[in-house]
């Protein structure tokens, strides 16, 4: 085991002090989400979730974890997820594992949003991993072309056979490769004007708290 992935097996157990009996709980998508899962299988936590992905589903029936569509419930207590990258005022950057759509839902949707990260994922600025734009495959090229010409050095992802990558609610993803994103509210602002996008890897004020590798914990007060 990597001290990677050590840090996010410890991310993921301090999460559970965030989890009771009875809670309706949002569960991201991820390898350290996927250790959360672990956990809460193993304290045999009487829970409901609702998964941002069909990965997390399929896991969560596999350890016998109760899962029920979002439009089912009233609210979600507490929604646990990664990110590929966090910044200094804990906005982050979230899609790598192409969920960013259903993890954005679920997110706006939770009364407390916690990050659980390894120390790798954290940096001061946001940019160093591309920012993933779910779009719609009609018009695709045009949207590239668009992005080329602000500099955003964009990219279709592909799968491994070479297939623009399919998201789980039939969208294409488009990854732009910034390095540093000095304003996000204000790319956030560009790329959700732009016709054939249908949501962006920028989750601005969401986190509540964030927790690094089970050793440090940021948290801010809820707007």
Known sequence: MTKQDLFKQKAARAALDYIKDGMIV????????SYLLDYISEKELDITGVTTSKDTSRKCRTLGIRVVDIDMVDHID???????????????????????????IVAKNSKTNIWIVDETKVHSVLG???????????GSGKLIQ?????????VLRLDNAGN?????????????????????QELAEYLESQVGVVEHGLFINIADVVIIGGEKIIIKNKK
Not at 85 to 101: F, P, R, S, T, W
Not at 165 to 174: A, F, S
Request: hydrophobic share 35%.
């Open 78 to 104: 507490v929604t646990i997820d990664g990110a590929d990258e966090v910044d200094a005022y804990m906005n982050g950057i979230k899609g790598g594992g192409a969920a960013l759509l259903m993890e954005k």
């Open 146 to 154: 668009n992005f080329e010409e602000k500099g955003y050095h964009p």
């Open 164 to 184: 623009p990558v399919v998201t789980d609610t039939g969208h294409n993803i488009i990854d732009l490769n910034l390095h540093y994103i000095d304003n996000p």
């Open 26 to 33: 949002g569960l991201g998508t991820g390898s350290t989400v």
């Open 128 to 138: 160093s991993f591309p920012l993933p734009i779910e779009i719609i495959s009609y």
